[in-house]
């Protein structure tokens, strides 16, 4: 189970912090990542972790911007956001992806578990 927190609205410029803990699950060789979709547009990949490896991944938009963080105590992980954007408004989602290849990690397809989703609204 994902759950998914700290959305919220801010405005551009703010910054705001995601939380994302899973439950009833090892992590081990699995990824954890967030996505979002805006209204009208397809979910998007925005960062992502393999949990072993600690390796992180971002999309272009975001980088320098965000930073994903893991508590591997909590089995949480965490999108630290900044600089945000009125673009940035969207559903988060995080996600959970069993065995995945650096080349997969941010493809839609590779999770199988998915969070609830929290709603970000970054006004201009």
């Known amino acids: 189970q994902l759950q998914a927190s700290g959305g919220g609205w801010v405005q551009a410029g703010d910054s705001l912090r995601l939380s994302c803990a899973a439950s009833g699950r090892t992590l081990s060789g699995s990824a954890m990542g967030w996505f979002r979709q805006a209204p009208g547009k397809e979910r998007e990949f925005v960062a992502g972790?393999?949990?072993?490896?600690?390796?992180?991944f971002y999309a272009d938009s975001v980088k320098g911007r965000f930073t994903l963080l893991r508590d591997r105590a909590k089995n949480t992980v965490y999108l630290q956001m900044s600089s945000l954007k009125p673009e940035d408004t969207a559903v988060y989602y995080c996600?959970?992806?069993?065995?995945?290849?650096?080349?997969?990690?941010?493809?839609?397809?590779?999770?199988?578990?998915w969070g609830q989703g929290t709603l970000v609204t970054v006004s201009s």
């Open positions: 972790i393999k949990w072993s490896a600690g390796t992180i």
């Open positions: 996600a959970t992806a069993p065995r995945v290849i650096n080349s997969s990690v941010g493809r839609l397809s590779s999770y199988d578990e």
